[in-house]
């Protein structure tokens, strides 16, 4: 039998985790928290496929220099965790940005990140 309440809260701390590393710059540390067949789909992006493109990303790709996530909403199931709250940073190209997002992840059984989509609010229409 799952214990739901158990599972919620492992999920609770992994997505605060990866936010937590995210923020410090810890690459490796937020690599570990995902599977080495993960997927992350991201507007602006093609879709990353593996940890190794997902180390490309937060190695050179990602347009953020450094920045903070603070979190409102954190709702989790049993593989599913969607978070929702405010980027406050700046870019590598010196403007600062305040951003809206939610993300949605797939925990798997090994208790690893198996899929990540983000989503922002910004005027789009």
């Known amino acids: 039998m799952t214990d739901h309440s ?27 928290l995902f599977s080495d ?3 992350y789909e991201r507007p602006g992006y093609p879709v990353l496929h593996g940890r190794e493109a997902l180390r490309t990303f ?6 953020i220099e450094d920045g903070r996530h603070d979190l409102f ?12 709250g405010e980027f406050h940073g700046q870019l590598k190209d010196g403007r600062r940005v ?18 990540r989509n983000t989503y922002f609010a910004m005027p789009a229409v």
């Open 58 to 63: 937060y190695t050179g790709q990602r347009v």
């Open 6 to 32: 158990a599972l919620a809260d492992r999920n609770t701390t992994l997505v605060h985790r990866y936010y937590r590393l995210v923020d410090a710059k810890d690459v490796g540390g937020l690599l570990a």
């Open 37 to 39: 067949d993960a997927v």
């Open 98 to 115: 305040s951003v809206g997002f939610a993300d949605f992840f797939t925990v798997g059984d090994a208790g690893l990140f198996t899929r």
């Open 73 to 84: 909403t954190v709702i989790t199931g049993d593989a599913q965790v969607s978070a929702r």
